[in-house]
Each structure stands twice: as structure tokens, then as C-alpha cells.
């Protein structure tokens, strides 16, 4: 775990400029990453829905503000979540964090990388890094979530205060 | 420290948990303008300082490096803390050791002029109000300093212990150094670099040890000690001379002592076993139990004359109910209030602080257990999250401390 997570805080200063290929994204004034497409909690998590599935993960912002990544705990694979409520904790080196759920249903896949490397999170939050992929029973609240424009504005509001 | 990621980025980018945000608009929030800030508060921001609400104090909990790279930085070059928010006491008069000794477990007359130690203010039930490094300057002056959060409450305990002495004739007076801020100088490049700026020969002065002396020009008070484990320095500088010589000492390393915040200083401490105040020492806790019996000198044990000494020497003698121990662990790392359960499961204490070791990559946790199961070995659970996770109590410090001894 260590090693890699040595090789994350390299991964992380390179960030930006791996994402430069990238043709929809958005840089907010704090510097993190906003992908275009993707649907944010204002607790800074993400979903990706792709057909029957959401995958959820937390974004740059958030891991930026945490730091290192050194633990992950998550659910397991058929248990439920529901929208705004916690379903797993990140340790950084300083702190715990709930993780909130975004949307509610039932989790179809864990990614059990995350246990192993920790420092996913940190080097790819929103690939490599992500957490949980769900099967949305209420997809309605997927309209709640902020998009991109809207969640930059709100990290931006952040590094201001 | 738990909350959600919004707490979390709302800590770190120094805004206050804020009931009602609509009232108080994007203006600047009061409770930040009622934060007392350094004279170096500029330098940190300049130099990226995340600043944070700490004692009353705007702090930087961590500059643009990690707070792992930092932790690890401080051991392999070295770190520069604004520690300024701690308070620095000076007691003097003729009967200054006297009126000490009541208040602290020190053997504070039989430190030699010019050297200190760690030592604990206790209560008359043998509790502690605070630690502090007691320095003996001479006879008759005695440099004190305590923790920024208990300043209000340690102050108010001196001084009315300071009206009786005096009311029967007791010689002593205080000076709260208010016109002085304070550096800590960490790691194995402190003193070399220190050693630029001063022509005292710093090669002479050990672990514990009291100077006043020039530092870049300035009258300073310097101690040979340290929060980190690794040799180093606390400089007490007048204030109008801090910046200059915080930019001094960064320019003399050449970059390789690197600003560090309250975040590296925690892990840093925790990596050296060493107590925080408010966690793993409280007002309930005896410096027996936190483990500090060797900091009470042995004419104290065999004369008293402390408050709660009592106490304190009917623990020596039958040995105390519960100990602090440090921890290895599995899985998440424990936090304070974690609960700790011998292998049955069953309640045997609990952890005041842990986190993830920067220097040695896995878990360290300290805490307090029943006696019985102190000992170096012993297998514990530590539950997290309503899981239980494997945890064995360990040697303390973590990191082999580098304190400069003869």
C-alpha cells in the first residue's frame, strides 16, 4: 500500500496535464478537475450513469482536500443504498469521511482495487478510483444532482471562503 | 475528526462550521476575524498555508507539500513550525522553585541552571491541567511553556496559586511572554542550520538544555527539545525579529527544511509516542497512568508536596487501573474513542489518537487499557465501525526518537 501510495502524490501532481486530453473538462478556480457528463452531490461525490448501471465515486476536489487516501471501507456487492445517506468511510492520513450516496438502489459491483490501493482514489478519482456501481431504483434523482457548471461554481464558492 | 466531505474541505479551506451560511454572506466570517493570528500569519499564507481555527488561533494545518511528504521531510531534512500560539511564561523571584514545585511533579530544584523537562500540572486529584517543558533558567527564573488551549485555564491556576503564595510572603511574579513568538526547529538539519546564524557552538548544548543567546541578530531563548522525536530546537524570538528569522533559517537549509503544519506535527508526535493534551491526557487522567512516572523526580515521590500527590504516589505504590500503550493495527486506522476489546471481546479501554504512520506506512494508535493488558504483545480488537480489526499493543515511540544527548 505504501509504495503506491508514494507513486499517487506523483500521479497527483501530474493530474492536470493527463486530463488535458481529455476534450470535455473543466478546470475550477481551485484547480481540480469537473468532468462534463457527469452528475455531482454537493457532499462531492460523482455518478456516471451508463444504461442500467451508476457508477459513483468521489471527485478531485474532495480527494485533493483529503490528501493521501490510506483506507477505504465499503459496502459489499447486493447490499442497498439510499440517496444522501453514508455507505462507506475514506481515512486520509488526518481524517475520516463519510461517503454519501448520491442516488438509492442496489449495489451491482464493489471495486475491490480500492483495498489494495488506496491511492486510486487519489491519482484517478473519477477512472480508476471509482467505488461503487449501482442499479438506480429511483433514477428521478438523478435530475437533483448538480451538473458540471453547477459543481465547479460550488468549489469555486469553497476556495473563496 | 469525523464528518462527511463537505466538513472535511470546510476545515481545511478555514471556514467555521457555520449554522445559518445565508446570514453571514461570502463577507469574511466573524468567528475567522475573531482568530488571534501570528506576527508570521502573511508568511504562511504567501507560502501556501492552509490555514485552519486551532486554540482560538488561525493556523496552517498544512503548506502545499502533503502531510505525509511533510512528516517524512521533517526526518530526513527537517521541519519549521510557527508554534507561536503556544504560550510562553516566564516565573521569577527568590522563591520561585518553592511555589513550582506545588503546582508540577518536577523536581524543578534539583534541575541543573540551564536545563528542563517535560513535566505535568495536576490537580488536587492527582489529574493533569496541562504538560509543559519547565525550563530552569537560574534559581530564581523558571521559563515555562504551555498549550495554546489550556493558556486561559493554566494562567488562571498559577495566578491564584500565586496570590496565596505571595498573601504569605512568597517572593514570585510572572511575565507572559506576549512580545516573543515561537519557532520549532525539527530534524537532522536544525542544527546545522541553526549553527549559521548563532556563534554559540550549539555542539556543546544537549537534549533539555537552556540557552539565551543571539540568533541572527536577535536576543533569543533557546531550547534543545522538540514535539517530533528528532533532535531540534524551540527558539523563543522577539516578535519583531520572527520573520526575519524564519525566512533566515528556510534560506540557510537551501530549501531542504521545509514549512511544516500542524497536521505533519501531529502525525509527527503520534510517530514519537508523545501525549496531546485534550486527547491522550485529561483532566481525569494521572501522569502514572499517561505513562509519565518518570518525569516525577525522586525526591518528589518520597516528599510530595504536589497537588494530588496523594494520589499520585498511593498509584506508584499500587501500580495504576489503567495505562496508556500504543498500538499496530489492521485496517482502517483507529481514531479517538475507538474501543479497544481484549481477544473475548470484551471492553479493556480505549484509543485517544491514531492515525496512519507516515514514516513507517501502516497504523499507530495510542490509548489507554486496563492493566493486565499493557503488556508489549498482547492482541486486542479495535472496533471501527462497528467492525472489529486486529490491533497489538506496541513499544513506544513508533520512530526511534534522535533526541542529541551526550
Redo the contacts between chains.
Keep these: ?2 509504495l503506491r ?1 508514494w507513486a499517487s ?1 506523483t500521479a497527483n501532481a501530474l493530474r492536470v496535464s493527463s486530463t488535458v486530453s481529455r476534450t470535455n473538462f473543466s478546470l475550477s478556480r481551485c484547480f481540480s478537475t469537473v468532468l462534463e457528463g457527469l452528475k455531482y452531490a ?4 460523482w455518478v456516471k450513469h451508463e444504461g442500467s448501471v451508476a457508477t459513483i465515486g ?1 471527485t478531485d ?2 480527494q485533493d ?4 487516501v ?2 477505504v ?1 465499503l459496502p459489499d456487492s447486493g447490499t442497498s443504498v439510499s440517496h444522501g445517506s ?1 455507505f462507506g ?12 450516496s448520491p442516488i438509492s438502489g442496489e449495489i451491482v459491483e464493489v471495486n475491490t482495487k480500492l483495498s489494495e490501493t488506496p491511492g486510486l482514489i487519489n491519482s484517478s478519482p473519477y477512472e480508476d478510483g471509482w467505488m461503487i456501481k449501482v442499479k438506480p431504483s429511483n433514477p428521478s434523482e438523478l435530475e437533483s444532482l448538480l451538473g458540471a457548471k453547477e459543481y465547479t461554481k460550488l468549489c469555486d ?5 | ?10 476545515s ?4 467555521l462550521a457555520q449554522a445559518d451560511k445565508k446570514t453571514i454572506g ?1 463577507r469574511c ?1 466573524a468567528s475567522d476575524a475573531d482568530l488571534k493570528k501570528t506576527v508570521l500569519y502573511d508568511f504562511h499564507v504567501v507560502n501556501g498555508g492552509k490555514m485552519v481555527p486551532f486554540a482560538g488561533w488561525s493556523m496552517p494545518i ?1 503548506y502545499k507539500d ?4 511533510s ?1 517524512v521531510n521533517c526526518r530526513e531534512n527537517g521541519s519549521l513550525f510557527d508554534v507561536s500560539h503556544m504560550c510562553g511564561l516566564s516565573l521569577k523571584g527568590k522563591d520561585t522553585i518553592p511555589f513550582l514545585e506545588k503546582l508540577v511533579i518536577a523536581d524543578v530544584a534539583g534541575l541543573a541552571p540551564g536545563t528542563g523537562s517535560l513535566t505535568v500540572f495536576t490537580n488536587e486529584k492527582g489529574g493533569a491541567i496541562d504538560d509543559s517543558v519547565v525550563t530552569k533558567v537560574t534559581n530564581d527564573h523558571i521559563y515555562l511553556v504551555v498549550n495554546a488551549g489550556c493558556r486561559d485555564k493554566d494562567l488562571a491556576h498559577i495566578e491564584e496559586h500565586m496570590k496565596s503564595f505571595k498573601s504569605k510572603g512568597g517572593d514570585v511574579s510572572w511575565h507572559i511572554h506576549d512580545e516573543r513568538s515561537l519557532l520549532a526547529l525539527q530534524g537532522p538539519l536544525a542544527a546545522p542550520v541553526l549553527q549559521y546564524l548563532t556563534k554559540d557552538d550549539l555542539s556543546k548544548m544537549y537534549f533539555g538544555e537552556f540557552r539565551v543567546l543571539d540568533i541572527n541578530g536577535a536576543p533569543c531563548f533557546l531550547t534543545r527539545t522538540g514535539y517530533t522525536g528528532e533532535d531540534g530546537f524551540e527558539i523563543s524570538v522577539p516578535s519583531e525579529n520572527a520573520l526575519d528569522l524564519a525566512k533566515a533559517l528556510l534560506e540557510k537549509s537551501e530549501g531542504k527544511i521545509r514549512l511544516t503544519g500542524l ?1 505533519a506535527r ?2 509527527l508526535r503520534l510517530e514519537a509516542g508523545l501525549c496531546l493534551y485534550g486527547n491522550d491526557m485529561e483532566q481525569h487522567t494521572t501522569p502514572v497512568e499517561a505513562g509519565l512516572t518518570w518525569a516525577i523526580g525522586k525526591r518528589r515521590r518520597a516528599e510530595g508536596g504536589f497537588l494530588g500527590a496523594e494520589v499520585i504516589l498511593k498509584q506508584i505504590e499500587e501500580g495504576p487501573k489503567i495505562r496508556r500503550v500504543g498500538f499496530f493495527s489492521s ?3 483507529p ?1 479517538s474513542h475507538s474501543e479497544i476489546q481484549d481477544s473475548n471481546g470484551q471492553n479493556i479501554g480505549e484509543i485517544t489518537s491514531g ?2 504512520s ?1 514514516c513507517l ?2 497504523n499507530i494508535a495510542m490509548g489507554y487499557v486496563k492493566t493486565g493488558n499493557h503488556k508489549t504483545g498482547t492482541n486486542v480488537k479495535i472496533v471501527i ?1 462497528g467492525k472489529s480489526y486486529d490491533g497489538v499493543v506496541t513499544k513506544m515511540p513508533f520512530v526511534p526518537s534522535k533526541y542529541y544527548k551526550p
Design positions: 500500500m505504501a501510495m502524490s454537493s457532499s462531492h461525490e468521489i476536489h474532495a482536500h483529503l490528501g493521501e490510506v483506507f471501507d453514508s468511510a475514506v481515512e486520509s492520513v488526518k481524517a475520516t469521511s463519510d461517503i454519501n464558492e469553497e476556495e473563496i471562503h | 475528526m469525523r464528518g462527511g466531505l463537505w466538513q472535511l474541505g470546510q481545511i479551506t478555514r471556514r461570502r466570517f498544512q502533503s502531510i505525509m511528504d512528516t497536521g501531529d502525525s485496517g482502517p486506522p481514531r492515525g496512519f507516515p506506512k501502516k465501525r
